[in-house]
T-cell receptor
Framework: DTEVTQTPKHLVMGMTNKKSLKCEQHMGHRAMYWYKQKAKKPPELMFVYSYEKLSINESVPSRFSPECPNSSLLNLHLHALQPEDSALYLC????????????FGPGTRLTVT | SQQGEEDPQALSIQEGENATMNCSYKTSINNLQWYRQNSGRGLVHLILIRSNEREKHSGRLRVTLDTSKKSSSLLITASRAADTASYFCALYTGNQFYFGTGTSLTVIP
């Protein structure tokens, strides 16, 4: 199984809502990532979890809160987002951190109204 | 900018032709990876080349790395309509990881 799954595929939320994005992999990978991608731009790294511990936080606003309940699951909790946070949110995993290739999920298309 | 710079930004070729895209960067790297992204979907890993390697092949793909010039190229031979996508290089410096600006490739049947 070389698949990374993400739910939901699409999400529309108001600025006062609280929602969560979910990501799951069953490849036994020990590193998982959240990226944000705006239209026609490259993905930007938001968070890296290695062995279920947050190892890199690329100065992301606190309205984004990651959680890694176990080695297969990764959540991104969203609260009080702004319209400019509308983007494609991608989850990825890898066996050896950035030393090995990353497997990406299909993404969640988020729209903040 | 710490991003890798890719050129061209956009490339349009006929099916069967070869496509070459380039990635230039500014700092020393541990490895460089190439990814493909179809129409706003998740990325697919193509090739990883380490800093001590100069060339790698995978099927119709050939990647070169010149660390003295801080540049890499991705060659896709005998292109197909299904190769239409955005292609990104990604650089790992040892403590930072970031994607290049991307090349949009269109292969015309």
């Amino acid at each position: 199984d070389t698949e990374v799954t993400q739910t939901p595929k699409h999400l529309v939320m108001g600025m006062t809502n609280k929602k969560s994005l979910k990501c799951e992999q069953h490849m036994g990978h020990r590193a998982m990532y959240w990226y944000k991608q705006k239209a026609k731009k490259p993905p930007e790294l938001m968070f890296v979890y290695s062995y279920e511990k947050l190892s890199i936080n690329e100065s992301v606003p606190s309205r984004f809160s990651p959680e890694c309940p176990n080695s297969s699951l990764l959540n991104l909790h969203l609260h009080a987002l702004q319209p400019e946070d509308s983007a494609l949110y991608l989850c990825a995993s890898s066996q050896e951190g950035h030393l090995s290739e990353q497997y990406f999920g299909p993404g969640t298309r988020l729209t903040v109204t | 900018s710490q991003q890798g710079e890719e050129d061209p930004q956009a490339l349009s070729i006929q099916e069967g032709e070869n496509a070459t895209m380039n990635c230039s960067y500014k700092t020393s790297i541990n490895n460089l990876q190439w990814y493909r992204q179809n129409s706003g979907r998740g990325l697919v890993h193509l090739i990883l080349i380490r800093s001590n390697e100069r060339e790698k092949h995978s099927g119709r793909l050939r990647v070169t790395l010149d660390t003295s010039k801080k540049s890499s190229s991705l060659l896709i031979t005998a292109s197909r309509a299904a190769d239409t996508a955005s292609y990104f290089c990604a650089l790992y410096t040892g403590n930072q990881f970031y994607f290049g600006t991307g090349t949009s490739l269109t292969v015309i049947p």
